[in-house]
């Protein structure tokens, strides 16, 4: 019994300990694939042959490649500034400026009728600012009654007062709590006239803010417009300068086709050259070894690959779990 559970332990600590073997067994592994399947004389080697051989193909090639391109390059800069040429006769001048008239009168039209607007809501801010002003100054006249009215209850009869005695409800001559209750209904119905007028200064304030962003706009868009029939106008008159200058329109697109064609069978001339490198570059690569050189790194990058992993296969695995646990074992003298 004793004997048992001190073997269910001891396999509990081997089992524990196993990770740590494993890395390290992993690592040594690793180690071993870098030493036995190492690449790097031969990747060397590929590497100077290539270099000789890109420097022989850049030797043969790059200048005619640097030829054309610089000849493209000009051919390109040339077709550039006949289709700017071009440009100008290609343009249907009166079209334009008719499109852009249209849409300056129409913006126009609108500015207008937001000034108009805003003139309306001006109109109508100084008449609620009016309405406030008078409902205020109601507010202050019922307000003055009601102090009064409290002022004149603490007299004595000898100045008109009733000196704080018990008012009537309703006098036809003397003070009376029916005064007070119009004064107070009159006070707060001036309150709510004060605070309607605020209430309508404050939208119509609102109104006025989005009117004058709506007209700032209508300007920017006006001013663009203007800026473009000014812009149609310099480029309908450039058309005429390049008239007189000799210019035609037929002229010019027959030398942008030509030069358009050129730069195509340039751009055809490089590629072939290009592939010609290619050819060339291929073609020395297997004279020189190169291809037999990749060949062989390939496959002992597989052998690696393979080596590396074997380590992860279960026989392997359980190899090291025994080989492990005679080590553990041994180490504390209990095999």
Same mark, same amino acid.
Request: glycine share 4%; aromatic share 10%; no cysteine.
């Given at each position: 019994? *004793?004997?048992?559970?001190?073997? #269910? &332990?001891?396999?509990?600590?081997?089992?524990?300990? &196993?990770?740590?073997?494993?890395?390290?067994?992993? %690592?040594?592994?690793?180690?071993?694939?870098?030493?036995? $399947?190492?690449?790097?004389?031969?990747? @060397?080697?590929?590497?100077?042959?290539?270099?000789?051989?890109?420097?022989?193909? /850049?030797?043969? #090639?790059?200048?005619?490649?640097?030829?054309?391109?610089?000849? !493209?390059?000009?051919?390109?800069?040339?077709?550039?500034?006949?289709?700017?040429?071009? /440009? &100008? *006769?290609?343009?249907?001048?009166?079209?334009?400026?008719?499109?852009?008239?249209?849409?300056?009168?129409?913006?126009?039209?609108?500015?207008?009728?937001? $000034?108009?607007?805003?003139?309306?809501?001006?109109?109508?801010?100084?008449?609620? &600012?009016? %309405?406030?002003? !008078?409902?205020?100054?109601?507010?202050?006249?019922?307000?003055?009654?009601?102090?009064?009215?409290?002022?004149?209850?603490?007299?004595?009869?000898?100045? #008109?007062?009733?000196?704080?005695?018990?008012?009537?409800?309703?006098?036809?001559?003397?003070?009376?709590?029916?005064?007070?209750?119009?004064?107070?209904?009159?006070?707060?119905?001036?309150?709510?006239?004060?605070?309607?007028?605020? /209430?309508?200064?404050?939208?119509?304030?609102?109104?006025?803010?989005?009117?004058?962003?709506?007209?700032?706009?209508? +300007?920017?868009?006006?001013?663009? @417009? #203007?800026?473009?029939?000014?812009?149609?106008?310099?480029?309908?008159?450039?058309?005429?300068?390049?008239?007189?200058?000799?210019?035609?329109?037929?002229?010019?697109?027959?030398?942008?086709?030509?030069?358009?064609?050129?730069?195509?069978?340039?751009?055809?001339? @490089?590629?072939?050259?290009?592939?010609? !490198?290619?050819?060339? @570059?291929?073609?020395?690569?297997?004279?020189?070894?190169?291809?037999?050189?990749?060949? +062989?790194?390939?496959?002992?990058?597989?052998? +690696? !690959?393979? *080596?590396?992993? /074997?380590?992860?296969?279960?026989?392997?695995?359980?190899?090291?779990?025994?080989?492990?646990?005679?080590?553990?074992?041994?180490?504390?003298?209990?095999?």
């Amino acid at each position: 019994m *004793f004997d048992r559970i001190k073997r #269910f &332990f001891q396999n509990v600590r081997v089992d524990l300990d &196993f990770p740590r073997y494993e890395r390290q067994q992993r %690592d040594v592994h690793e180690r071993q694939a870098q030493r036995r $399947f190492s690449t790097k004389t031969l990747g @060397i080697e590929k590497a100077k042959l290539l270099e000789k051989i890109e420097s022989e193909a /850049s030797s043969k #090639f790059n200048e005619s490649i640097r030829e054309k391109e610089i000849n !493209k390059k000009q051919l390109e800069a040339d077709a550039n500034e006949a289709q700017y040429l071009l /440009s &100008f *006769f290609l343009r249907h001048y009166k079209q334009e400026l008719n499109e852009l008239h249209a849409e300056k009168e129409e913006l126009l039209s609108k500015k207008k009728a937001l $000034f108009e607007n805003l003139s309306e809501i001006k109109e109508s801010l100084s008449e609620a &600012f009016d %309405d406030r002003s !008078k409902a205020y100054s109601e507010l202050n006249h019922y307000k003055d009654r009601i102090d009064s009215w409290y002022a004149k209850s603490d007299r004595t009869p000898w100045l #008109f007062g009733n000196s704080g005695k018990k008012l009537p409800k309703h006098s036809m001559f003397g003070q009376s709590f029916g005064d007070l209750d119009s004064y107070k209904y009159n006070r707060d119905s001036a309150y709510d006239d004060v605070r309607a007028a605020k /209430s309508q200064i404050g939208d119509l304030k609102q109104d006025q803010h989005e009117l004058h962003r709506a007209i700032g706009n209508a +300007k920017e868009e006006i001013g663009e @417009i #203007f800026a473009q029939i000014n812009q149609v106008k310099n480029d309908r008159s450039k058309m005429y300068e390049l008239k007189k200058s000799g210019y035609q329109r037929k002229k010019l697109q027959i030398k942008l086709d030509k030069l358009l064609l050129a730069i195509d069978v340039l751009v055809s001339e @490089i590629l072939k050259i290009r592939e010609s !490198k290619k050819a060339f @570059i291929n073609q020395e690569k297997h004279r020189n070894g190169v291809i037999d050189l990749e060949t +062989k790194i390939r496959e002992i990058e597989a052998q +690696k !690959k393979q *080596f590396l992993n /074997s380590f992860d296969l279960e026989e392997s695995k359980q190899k090291r779990k025994r080989l492990h646990r005679e080590i553990w074992l041994k180490q504390r003298g209990v095999a």
